[in-house]
């Protein structure tokens, strides 16, 4: 008798933990995600993050958690969150960060087996040849993945409120090509008639890059890498420069200072807060710089080109998993449904239908913002489009269609530059390219906005990356791409 209760005991005991276990397999596995911001954090984040678990609890069993961080720290919080784990973090997005030194420190994972176990649509859309993965390769091993690109190709342009076209009888022509001088006798016209605007938008604030690249012609940093790195300017070019010492970005800083002098850039460009988005919804300012892609005009807006469209190299990176995740088969599970589910993406992209926006024409993907509502005011607004399939991402203009974006797309393959295919390993001039980057913050924010002498400070600045090493990482940047190019 004793022995058969012993048994019975032994079995309950062992069915119980079965049912522990069987419990604990079917709860869902959470997941840290990085999102990106412009600064400000969304009020109605949490809200949408419930939405989104709604999804992907029943579908993947992965219960999200969006982590807000501004874009412009995320350079310096990444590295370490991932180097040291005092912040968890398990699925990110290094904007415009080099993913190869991440890689090259082992601080992420490899992709390859994550994907092929477990992300059916990932592999389907690289079956199809979208280029979700190939830019981020490296020792034969994937790292990345990227949003399947609704338009390829860039050129510079200046986007702008279309009454102020209007108002001052402008001569705008979609496909002409306008100089700087151009937009000088805009801003003039609209100063005149809007005496305490700011015509062109500049926030220079923290600007660890230069906004020359949205002004000018066809300028390809070699794979994503950072434009100080030296640059091909031009198409046909095969010869590494230095954008900085260039007579185009000269004429640029000087038509900047001109500018701030007569009042069409904001005194205090260096030194405010805000984006350039934020003061042209404010009133602040007509327009800013920024690429001539269909996708950045809003309604109300157009585009004046500033240069051809052309096709630069595809720059590395996308979404990695840090070699510290907690979850990383969460991770690519969740990346999958993004890239596959157009609702759950336009989600995350822009909030909750009724609520922050409300489809305006479904053929098209034409949303607008509900009555009241706008981007200043909108609880769940972010510009950032980095989610999924963005040939299927809502748009807030009825002139920006995915029809637009195919025919910005043809027009730039037309115009490669002599970059496609090549990228550049920072590894051996690390220590020269983090001086210049220092330079750049250093003397990029004052003279970018207009707010210092150009003959003075502009000596001082080269002066500066030479000390720092630029010939040196041209150089290195020169061979490299020696050794890559096949005409």
């Known amino acids: 008798m004793k022995h058969r209760l012993i048994s019975f005991l032994l079995a309950l005991t062992l069915c119980m933990t079965i049912v522990s276990f ?5 709860e869902p596995k959470h997941l840290v995600v990085s999102y990106l911001t412009l600064g400000t954090t969304p009020p109605d984040l949490q809200k949408v993050q419930d939405k989104v678990n709604e999804t992907t609890i029943p579908a993947i069993n992965v219960e999200v958690e969006l982590k807000a961080v501004s874009a412009y720290d995320a350079f310096a919080l990444f590295p370490t969150w991932v180097a040291t784990g005092g912040e968890r973090i398990d699925l990110m997005l290094p904007l415009l960060q080099d993913i190869r030194s991440y890689v090259d420190q082992e601080l992420l994972l490899p992709l390859d087996d994550l994907i092929a176990e477990n992300a059916p649509n990932l592999t389907a859309l690289m079956e199809e040849g979208q280029p979700i993965v190939s830019n981020s390769i490296f020792d034969g091993e994937i790292y990345a993945v990227t949003t399947v690109p609704n338009m390829v190709g860039q050129g510079g342009g200046f986007v702008i409120g279309e009454k102020y076209i209007e108002e001052t009888g402008f001569d705008y022509d979609p496909t002409r090509i306008y100089t700087l001088d151009d937009l000088t ?28 690249v949205y002004t000018s012609g066809a300028i390809d940093s ?10 091909l300017m031009g198409e046909e070019s095969t010869t590494i420069v230095d954008m900085f010492e260039s007579e185009e970005y000269q004429d640029y800083l000087r038509h900047l200072r001109e500018w701030n002098l007569a009042g069409y850039i904001h005194p205090d460009a260096a030194t405010m807060e805000g984006t350039v988005d934020s003061l042209k919804l404010a009133g602040v300012s007509a327009g800013y710089f920024m690429v001539s892609a269909p996708v950045q005009r809003k309604e109300g807006d157009v585009i004046l080109r500033l240069s051809e469209i052309y096709q630069p190299s595809a720059g590395a990176g996308g979404w990695v998993i840090p070699f510290r995740s ?6 690519i599970k969740f990346i999958d449904l993004v890239w596959s589910d157009s609702d759950l993406a336009n989600l995350i992209q822009w909030g909750i239908e009724g609520e922050h926006y409300v489809m305006l024409d479904n053929a098209t993907g034409y949303i607008g913002f509900p009555e009241g509502m706008s981007a200043a005011n909108s609880p769940y607004y972010n510009t950032l489009g980095v989610w999924g399939d963005t040939r299927i991402i809502y748009t807030y203009s009825a002139n920006s269609t995915q029809a637009d974006n195919d025919a910005y797309t043809a027009e730039a393959l037309q115009h490669p530059t002599q970059g496609i295919g090549i990228s550049f390993n920072m590894e051996n001039v690390t220590n020269e390219i983090a001086a210049i980057s220092a330079v750049v913050a250093q003397y990029v ?6 707010s210092v002498d150009v003959d003075t400070y502009y ?10 090493g630029i010939d040196t990482v041209i150089a290195e940047k020169q061979a490299q791409f020696d050794a890559q190019y096949t005409k």
């Open 185 to 212: 006798g805009l801003f003039a016209k609209i100063k005149e008639m809007h005496p305490d605007m700011y015509p062109c938008g500049i926030v220079t604030t923290g600007k660890s890059t230069s906004e020359f």
């Open 445 to 450: 924010p004052t003279l970018e906005s207009g």
């Open 222 to 231: 070699l794979g994503g890498a950072p434009s100080y790195t030296g640059v």
């Open 326 to 331: 907690e979850a990383p088969v969460a991770a």
């Open 22 to 26: 069987s419990a604990l397999a079917d």
């Open 459 to 468: 000596p001082q600045f080269i002066s500066a990356l030479k000390a720092a």
